[in-house]
């Protein structure tokens, strides 16, 4: 398994070349003190995965938004009845009365002209 090890090391210096300096004098083991030294290690694998896991949520998080703002959502109001549908909204035509009353004289003439043919 691979890792990765992150060394910081703090030195008091009057410059930057100083502090290289005084930074690879340490690190041959010529300097055993006045260097402050913070290491960190970690696996590849799991930083590669923490990487990839945040970057896939943070995308798909501004998908999310942005979808918000493009798709629009139609909502269909109850109108109390039992013959209610999500499909299609129930005709106004059968809940009038005159135009049950004009249909049922329509069909009746029509009945009556086939009769008398």
């Not at 995965?49 to 629009?72: D, M, P």
Request: aromatic share 10%.
């Amino acid at each position: 398994m691979k890792y990765k090890t992150v060394i910081n090391i703090f030195t008091d210096a009057d410059s930057k070349d100083e502090a290289v300096d005084i930074a690879g004098e340490f690190l041959r083991g010529n300097l055993e003190s006045g260097v402050r030294m913070k290491c960190s290690t970690i696996p590849v694998k799991s930083c590669r995965l923490f990487k990839t896991g945040a970057l896939l949520l943070l995308t798909s998080a501004f998908i999310g938004i942005a979808s918000l703002g493009y798709f629009k959502t139609t909502a269909i109001p109850f109108s109390g009845s039992k013959n209610t549908s999500a499909f299609q909204p129930s005709l106004k035509t059968s809940q009038t009365a005159k135009f049950k009353e004009n249909w049922q004289e329509e069909k009746n003439r029509k009945v009556l002209e086939y009769i008398k043919k």
